[in-house]
């Protein structure tokens, strides 16, 4: 059983209670009853969301004016602001949120280890500095020891509950409110989202280019630069991405830059791969959402890649061919129709921009090499037949 719980900035001090294995969990005046191993969340103008089994994935908790449940993109509970539905646009700026573990913290008691990735295994709590599961980590707690008070450097808290099979003990309780950000000099301001999105596209380029503006704010407030690309396919279909080159400023320094790559989430459980050498190497997802984050320390600024998205789609069992507008890659994929002779490589193994293919190829790089009967500026046209 897993919870994963966004806290955002908006609206009064909020309570929240997890109740393990009671046979009624007590709730607030107003609240709804719910059964036991769900996560009750109570506030004054405020209704309580009940979280089921089926979207124990990511869910985004919103204070607008009441709480607003995201999951998988979509809405229950209420309306965001002015039809928002990005949870940035409805946060308060300079607030920080502060995070008190009150009256019981009873957790399964940790394995006797010396890993300490390993000592909280079974029943568990993770905190992250931020907005999603590859934030910072704050750290994992367990046993019935109290977490510390907790402030989060930004206007976002990530917590993660898991449990086994086997629920044991009270649970936890934990008071939030929101602090004002310092002021003082030598604090940064907090950075703007990074976020940028391709939305059910057959292919699309991808590379530092497209964050130019944010890569000059960063300098300037001498903080690091965190971006993310939220792509997403038609359903049924796959990711792919391929890389046209990869620069890292610190090659082998992977905590100073990186290019990592999720699958459908962003847990860590769901990194497919975390690029931080001289080499990216083509990733596909099995869902049909791809999460890319670039991090860039101030000292590694200037770190460059150039990617390519295709949309891929698996062919059925028992079926030969690809659908009439679509091109099969000779892989057992099909991409998009209009992707064939393209210019750009979008089947794994190239044959869309094969020659045998695509015929033609136009080019002035010969001319050098012609003979000198031949006029400048002459454009030569080249049919490339594939041998018998």
Not at 11 to 29: C, D, F, T
Not at 157 to 178: C, M, N, P, R, V
Not at 320 to 335: H, L, M, N, P, V
Request: charge should be neutral.
């Amino acid at each position: 059983m897993v919870f994963v719980v966004i806290f955002s900035l908006k609206g009064e001090k909020q309570a929240i209670r997890q109740s393990l294995g009671a046979s009624k969990p007590s709730v607030s005046a107003g609240a709804t009853e719910i059964s036991p191993r769900f996560l009750l969340l109570t506030a004054r103008k405020a209704q309580c969301t009940l979280l089921s089994r089926e979207y124990l994935h990511q869910v985004h908790i919103i204070y607008v004016y009441s709480i607003c449940l995201y999951k998988r993109n979509s809405i229950s509970g209420c309306t965001p602001t002015k039809g928002k539905t990005n949870p940035y646009d409805q946060t308060d700026k300079g607030m920080l949120i502060k995070l008190d573990f009150r009256d019981y913290f009873e957790l399964e008691a940790p394995m006797p280890t010396n890993d300490k990735e390993l000592e909280c295994a079974f029943d568990y709590l993770e905190v992250r500095d931020g907005y999603y599961g590859f934030s910072t980590p704050v750290g994992n707690y367990c046993d019935k020891n109290f977490p510390p008070e907790i402030t989060s450097r930004s206007r976002y808290l990530w917590l993660h509950f898991h449990s086994d099979d086997t629920i044991e003990y009270k649970g936890f309780k934990a008071i939030w409110s929101q602090v004002p950000r310092p002021t003082y000099l030598g604090v940064p301001p907090e950075p703007e989202p990074c976020i940028k999105y391709v939305t059910e596209q057959a292919d699309a380029e991808i590379n530092d280019t497209l964050i130019g503006e944010e890569r000059k704010i960063a300098q300037k407030n001498n903080v690091p630069l965190d971006c993310l690309w939220i792509i997403r396919a038609k359903e049924k279909w796959r990711i792919q991405m391929t890389f046209e080159y990869f620069k890292l400023e610190k090659p082998n320094d992977c905590d100073a830059n990186f290019l990592s790559i999720f699958d459908k989430k962003t847990e860590m459980n769901s990194l497919v791969k975390n690029f931080c050498g001289s080499i990216a190497e083509t990733v596909n997802t099995k869902s049909n959402v791809m999460y890319m984050r670039f991090y860039l320390e101030i000292k590694a600024i200037n770190s460059s890649f150039k990617s390519l998205m295709t949309a891929i789609r698996d062919k059925e069992p028992n079926v030969q061919s690809c659908e009439d507008d679509e091109y099969d890659c000779d892989d057992a994929t099909c991409i998009a129709g209009h992707l064939r002779c393209n210019k750009r490589e979008n089947c794994r193994l190239k044959w869309d921009e094969d020659v045998s293919i695509c015929g033609i190829v136009t080019s002035l790089s010969f001319l050098d090499q012609m003979d000198s009967s031949c006029n400048a500026g002459m454009r030569l046209r080249l049919r490339l037949m594939p041998l018998a």
